[in-house]
């Protein structure tokens, strides 16, 4: 590759990142193409010469994002072997999100952005077929979908700072989900009694 391809390549990587910096810090709305050359520390130029819009600028950042995040949580589930490794996984990539106030911030952003967008939706609708894939190596599709859903709802409780639900909680919750039969009702009224 060319020394120049790869400099393009390099700037392109820091404006993607600055991007999502500054819509961590500032929110989507934020987002100015000042901000984001200031927070790559490149010229403002570099903003239009490398992407169309701010609008391109960020709906790539938010696709990269989701990349990235998408990678932090399949090496967990890839080692999975059982529907145990499964739960615990899970529990994994909902610490790792818990304990990333900047990723958080962004997944947030991610889905309002979805709300407004049929092409940040996709973004969020591929994260989901791609984390419901990776249940599915140990379990039927409907009860991976059953087991993403409670998951997801997991984490962003966790997210939010609410920490009601004990782990062993989670794991039952999670546990129930993976389990072809519905619900117990000890299992819905064991948030009184942990």
Partial sequence: ??????????TRAALLEAALKVAAAYGVKGVTHRRIAAAAGI?????????????DLLLEAFRYFAERETAKYNRLFDAAQDLEDLIEAALAVAQVQHSDATGAT???????QGMRDPRYRSIIQQWSRTATARVEKLCPHEVAVRFEVIWEGLTYQRLLGDSSLSDRQARDFLRSALNP?????????????A
């Fill in 1 to 10: 590759m060319a020394r120049s391809a790869k400099r393009s390549e390099g």
């Fill in 43 to 55: 010229s403002l130029g570099s903003t239009s010469y490398h992407f169309a819009s701010l609008d």
């Fill in 106 to 112: 962004l997944l947030y952003e991610l889905y309002a």
């Fill in 181 to 193: 039969d519905p619900v117990p009702a000890k299992a819905l009224h064991s948030l009184d009694g």
